[in-house]
T-cell receptor, first 111, second 111 residues
Framework: RKEVEQDPGPFNVPEGATVAFNCTYSNSASQSFFWYRQDCRKEPKLLMSVYSSGNEDGRFTAQLNRASQYISLLIRDSKLSDSATYLCVVTSNNAGNMLTFGGGTRLMVKP | EPEVTQTPSHQVTQMGQEVILRCVPISNHLYFYWYRQILGQKVEFLVSFYNNEISEKSEIFDDQFSVERPDGSNFTLKIRSTKLEDSAMYFC?????????FGEGSRLTVL
């Protein structure tokens, strides 16, 4: 099983749609979880951290399910500018200093 | 806003040549990282560095790779004898304790 696994997509959605991505991780000792966004040929940028109780930032909601070892990202009211690759990032060692990326889920929002 | 800076932005080299990629992490950060991303593929962990020594490294980070923090501000990645398959975008990142902050990357092309 891959350490951090994501559906590569692409997810093609119309503007205004709600879309959700999941990410599964294999290390049950993982403590920190993040969603990053990467535009084509650019560096990854932090979208949001994922907290145990779940958290929301505007149109974005992140959830953590430790029992099933997955995190999710929900995007409401999709904008054209949301088109990007969304990367799930998880600490993958017990010391918490090694962060492993999933392969990313590509989102295309169409007019 | 403090940022991670990387130089050069693009380097073209001949197979077998040595390459040094440079990074200036955010000044109060304690953990430094190199990741690479081959075009169209996932972001892969290479090495993490803490307290002036390597804390973790991946299988990719073999004897051809080395890292240094020569002067308290720069953090360098050296590839001793480049191969064609080293062609990729190399991202430097730093963190204090939470999320990673990435530089804009150095694109390495090995001919």
């Amino acid at each position: 099983r891959k350490e951090v696994e994501q559906d590569p997509g692409p997810f093609n959605v119309p503007e205004g749609a709600t879309v959700a991505f999941n990410c599964t991780y294999s290390n049950s000792a993982s403590q920190s979880f993040f969603w990053y966004r990467q535009d084509c040929r650019k560096e990854p940028k932090l979208l949001m951290s994922v907290y145990s109780s779940g958290n929301e930032d505007g149109r974005f909601t992140a959830q953590l399910n430790r029992a099933s070892q997955y995190i999710s990202l929900l995007i409401r009211d999709s904008k054209l500018s949301d088109s990007a690759t969304y990367l799930c990032v998880v600490t993958s060692n017990n010391a918490g200093n090694m962060l492993t990326f999933g392969g990313g889920t590509r989102l295309m929002v169409k007019p | 806003e403090p940022e991670v800076t990387q130089t050069p932005s693009h380097q073209v080299t001949q197979m077998g040549q040595e390459v040094i990629l440079r990074c200036v992490p955010i000044s109060n950060h304690l953990y430094f990282y190199w990741y690479r991303q081959i075009l169209g593929q996932k972001v892969e962990f290479l090495v993490s560095f803490y307290n002036n020594e390597i804390s973790e490294k991946s299988e990719i980070f073999d004897d051809q790779f080395s890292v240094e923090r020569p002067d308290g501000s720069n953090f360098t990645l050296k590839i001793r004898s480049t191969k064609l398959e080293d062609s990729a975008m190399y991202f430097c990142a730093s963190r204090e304790s939470g999320e990673l902050f990435f530089g804009e990357g150095s694109r390495l092309t090995v001919l």
